[in-house]
């Protein structure tokens, strides 16, 4: 069994400065580097992070989630790194998880974990876990490979995947088109269970906009040919 190296924590972030820092601070304690991206916010989203100990790239304007997770991932390429791990900046995701991931991928062979929150699915919102379960069962048919949570955000994906995949959109679907492509292209995709913190905070995610979007990229999926990717 392959160890995995310490990857890179990727934290998307838009408007987050009442959480980024706590978990800035609890992921730097597992990993070397933090990299937090700044996508537009316009509170203290990027001095909170700073000053907890994170790296920060900003965006000048607010981009969409995809947008943020390409220029972690060419931010991590540049630096060498393997593996990449995302995690949302709003408190959700409980860092303490992320020797738990580096573990599935060395023991199970994967190219991607998912932290699923099956077992929170109770607590979780009525809108999400509805269209949590449409969208995970589309996912799943277009893949061949039962997922279970591919709305999560919190995942360690090989930084060689990401490119190979080569994703298109710069909303939350690019999370959605990841997955579908890269299942379509052969990685191993697989699931851990995680604890999910689900407080005040409002969720970014549009039920209606962002909905309609994924519509429109598992109709494109389904006509189009497997993508050849492209390399690092």
């Keep these: 069994m ?36 700044d996508d537009g916010s316009s509170d203290e989203t990027a001095a909170c992070a700073e000053r907890a100990g994170a790296v920060v790239i900003r965006h000048s304007a607010n981009r969409g989630k995809g947008a943020a ?10 630096r060498g790194f393997d593996w990449v791990l995302t995690l949302d900046g709003d408190g959700q995701h409980a860092p303490e998880h992320i020797p738990a991931f580096c573990r599935a991928a060395a023991q199970r062979g994967a190219d991607i974990v998912v932290g699923t929150r099956k077992a929170d699915h109770a607590t979780m919102p009525a809108v999400r876990r509805c269209t949590n379960a ?5 996912i799943s048919r277009l893949t061949h490979q039962r997922l279970t949570d591919t709305q999560s955000g919190y995942r360690l994906i090989r930084v060689t995947v990401w490119y190979a995949v080569a994703v298109t ?3 939350y679907d690019a999370e959605s088109e990841f997955l579908i492509v890269a299942g379509r292209l052969g990685h191993r995709i ?18 209606v906009r962002d909905t309609v979007r994924f519509i429109r990229l598992a109709a494109r999926s389904m006509l189009r040919p497997v993508p050849r990717g492209r390399t690092a």
């Design 169 to 171: 959109t710069q909303a």
């Design 134 to 138: 449409m969208t995970s069962a589309v």
């Design 69 to 78: 997770l390409a220029t972690g991932f060419t931010e991590a390429h540049r």
């Design 2 to 37: 392959s160890r995995v190296p310490a990857p890179l924590v990727v934290i998307p972030a838009y408007n987050e400065a009442a959480h980024i820092a706590d978990v800035v601070r609890r992921s730097r304690v597992r990993v070397g580097m933090v990299l937090v991206v």
């Design 190 to 207: 697989v699931e851990i269970p995680i604890a999910t913190v689900y407080g005040g905070e409002r969720s970014s995610i549009h039920p």
